[in-house]
């Protein structure tokens, strides 16, 4: 099984930083495209920035130029570098991987989520 866990979240200010964190833990064969996303109660999930296993990468028009995504390959985690936070960043941010399995089929898997709060 794999397991993904999200750190990194919390309570800034507008204008403030955060960066996030994710690792994925388990037994698989390769990690493919990782990314995250966000939901606000009431919403549907909406992608917020992705990255392949090489490295491309696309973001949500709403947070490019203020978020970064990268990736650790040899440590099996993504991170969401977030500057220049407003207040409707604000929600419960998920990581997401497209993962490879020992038998060579390949799954999507979710975190459980880390609040991000903005305050104005």
């Known amino acids: 099984q794999v397991q993904l866990v999200e750190s990194g979240g919390g309570l800034v200010q507008a204008g403030g930083s955060l960066r996030l964190s994710c690792v994925a833990s388990?037994?698989?064969?390769?990690?493919?495209?990782m990314g995250w996303y966000r939901q606000t109660p009431g919403k549907q999930r909406e992608l917020v920035a992705h990255i392949t296993s090489s490295d491309s990468t696309n973001y949500a028009d709403s947070v490019k130029g203020r978020f970064t995504i990268s990736r650790d390959n040899a440590k099996n985690t993504v991170y969401l570098q977030m500057n220049s936070l407003k207040p409707e960043d604000t929600a419960v941010y998920y990581c997401?991987?497209?993962?490879?399995?020992?038998?060579?089929?390949?799954?999507?898997?979710w975190g459980q989520g880390t609040q991000v709060t903005v305050s104005s």
């Open positions: 997401n991987a497209n993962v490879r399995t020992i038998l060579g089929l390949s799954y999507d898997y």
């Open positions: 388990g037994k698989f064969k390769s990690i493919n495209a």
